[in-house]
């Protein structure tokens, strides 16, 4: 491709728009522009990275015998109404109604139009396993867009769907995709971790792990062990009774976060913890004045207290019901997991006037102590000798309170976030530390959570009717090359790994006007497109400063100028993945260009 015919203008600063350095060096580069807030246009370099992410998944997809297929964007809104999740996606499902007043949904995903095509097709055990999978455009009504392209309200997604005749059957369909994915963004460039996650609005049950891109700027965080190797979203991460920080504090004086033996079976059998290897002798409760201290900093800052050693005291609405959730000062509450261990996805943290209503004080002096609510224990705090709580009354603290003996322990659980220094739930040697990330692929099991509510099921062996067993995978296309930026991009552009850049090679002719320059350039050319290589030539009449500050924002792996040696047949060979420069021969450069592509493609 000659740049002088190529649609492609780069920016010299960066757009006032761009939120990120990934986002701000594809608007610069000329790979997408905005049309409205949160749905982008691909311009030609854009779209030729889209093509060679598209090509990988291809190449993975088929390579297991998943069939590719092309399912409607637009979709009847009953179809959302029976399996449930037309009231779950809530506002954030685009709607529109036609001329004859029926409702359709613009699909963010397609669980029930492909659970209802394959329910049409397939009626026997003989068809069965199926598994197929689209590249398409989805459609998610972002309350507020961000990031360019990882965060749209319009993004391109490929989704795969599994049907089996048995679990053993998704546990196959469930690992051929695992491995697939692994080796999708391998191919990538990309520094990832498969974690364990939240199944969210897809729903299911079983196995389901998220794939995230580590990045500063994503939106996920994630916990890994560097002992084990156990990875897990920070919300789904599971935490230890006792914790690498928990150990630090065990000879305090106020405080032992020694986990009692019996704390795990506490929790499993809402039993209460009984503290039997407590002393015997400790002080009875202490009310103090704390005017105006109502939150844990200031708790912390005016009275030199430790937030690992106060009791802290949240009320949620939970399924229209109040509950209080005790975590210790230093922990957050997990809203994931206390909504599963009540069995309820309605669940947020009570405002001013509901936590006052329940609890009969505003927020900030709320106690364990003597509260009429369900109390949920985390771990930490029932492993607490004794700790500093809010003491039901407006400016006052409890001190000296003693879980057990103050406040019940008959609803034990892991009811926070995994924190830096954690204990490894899994190898219990290791320490949890916390990374940022994007998410780029999703995995699930979703069992009959769909074929039950839309009639997917065949006939058996014996004639029985059953319900097909579900997988659903999927990877987010266009957040994929998002994220790619975000890791590669530096100060003049962004540096693509192989198998995704645009161009395999970026030819610079310093002067056309110079006769043996562009004549050994064209040459080049030629050599390179015979050998099937991508060659984009900088034919443009244009100072050298633009042309390379340009072809750093374009980022091919290699680059070759043609400048001053040219009547000798000679370039300058820049290889961008290794830093390498040299000057090289035509001969030479060609099958050095060749064999550098050769080399890194799969």
């Not at 990120?20 to 854009?46: C, F, K, N, T, V």
């Not at 939106?219 to 062990?225: G, P």
């Not at 230890?240 to 000879?251: C, D, I, L, R, T």
């Not at 340009?550 to 993945?577: F, K, T």
Request: glycine share 10%; charged share 25%.
């Amino acid at each position: 491709m000659r740049q002088s015919e190529y649609l492609l203008n780069t920016l010299r600063e960066r757009p006032s728009e761009a939120d990120s350095e990934g986002h701000g060096m594809l608007l610069r580069g000329g790979y997408i522009r905005q049309l409205a807030a949160g749905i982008y246009s691909y311009l030609p370099l854009g779209r030729r990275v889209l093509r060679r992410i598209e090509s990988i998944v291809r190449e993975e997809m088929e390579r297991d015998g998943v069939q590719e297929v092309m399912l409607p964007s637009l979709q009847p809104a009953e179809l959302w109404m029976e399996s449930g999740r037309f009231e779950t996606y809530g506002n954030n499902l685009m709607t529109l109604t036609d001329r004859h007043g029926r409702e359709f949904v613009l699909g963010p995903t397609h669980e029930e139009a492909v659970t209802s095509l394959i329910s049409s097709e397939v009626s026997s055990y003989r068809k069965l396993p199926v598994r197929v999978y689209q590249i398409g455009t989805k459609f998610r009504d972002e309350k507020r867009p961000r990031f360019g392209l990882l965060r749209g309200r319009e993004f391109i997604m490929k989704d795969a769907y599994s049907f089996d005749l048995s679990e053993e059957g998704l546990d196959r369909s469930y690992r051929t995709m695992l491995e697939a994915y692994n080796r999708i963004f391998t191919r990538c460039g990309l520094r990832f971790r498969a974690v364990e996650a939240d199944a969210g609005t897809i729903g299911g049950e079983g196995g389901n792990h998220e794939f995230i891109a580590l990045s500063a700027i994503g939106e996920d965080t994630v916990a890994l062990c560097g002992h084990c190797g156990h990875a897990a979203n920070l919300e789904q991460a599971e935490t230890a009774v006792g914790s690498a920080k928990a150990a630090a504090f065990e000879n305090d004086a106020a405080v032992s976060v020694t986990p009692p033996r019996n704390c795990d079976q506490h929790a499993a059998n809402n039993q209460p913890a009984n503290n039997q290897s407590a002393p015997k002798d400790l002080p009875p409760l202490e009310k103090f004045n704390t005017p105006g201290t109502g939150t844990i900093d200031q708790l912390v800052s005016v009275y030199g207290l430790k937030p690992e050693d106060i009791i802290k005291t949240l009320i949620y609405r939970a399924g229209g019901e109040s509950v209080a959730v005790l975590v210790r000062g230093d922990h957050e509450v997990n809203d994931l997991k206390v909504g599963k261990y009540l069995g309820t996805l309605d669940i947020e943290l009570a405002d001013g006037g509901a936590v006052e209503a329940a609890s009969g004080v505003i927020s900030g002096y709320v106690g364990p102590v003597g509260l009429e609510l369900p109390l949920l224990v985390d771990h930490a705090v029932a492993a607490m000798l004794e700790g500093i709580a809010g003491a039901g009354e407006r400016d006052f603290h409890f001190r000296g309170v003693r879980p057990g003996r103050d406040f019940p322990l008959t609803q034990v659980g892991d009811f926070r976030n995994a924190t830096e220094g954690d204990l490894c739930p899994r190898c219990r040697e290791g320490q949890l530390t916390l990374h940022r990330g994007i998410e780029i692929g999703h995995v699930f099991k979703l069992g009959t959570r769909y074929s039950s509510k839309l009639s997917a099921t065949y006939l058996d062996s014996t004639g029985a009717q059953r319900e097909m067993i579900m997988g659903c995978y999927g990877i987010g296309v266009s957040r994929l090359l998002a994220a790619v930026a975000e890791q590669n991009a530096g100060e003049g552009g962004i540096a693509w790994p192989d198998e995704l850049a645009p161009f395999d090679v970026h030819l610079i002719a310093v002067s056309m006007k110079d006769g043996a320059q562009s004549a050994l350039a064209e040459k080049l050319y030629v050599k390179l497109k015979e050998q099937g290589l991508s060659v984009l030539l900088d034919d443009r009449e244009e100072r050298p400063g633009v042309k390379f500050k340009d072809s750093g924002l374009i980022g091919a792996p290699q680059v070759v100028v043609i400048g001053r040696e040219a009547a000798s047949e000679r370039v300058e060979y820049e290889n961008r993945i290794s830093g390498a420069k040299e000057m090289l021969g035509l001969g030479e450069a060609v099958l050095r260009i060749t064999e550098h592509v050769n080399n890194n493609r799969i």
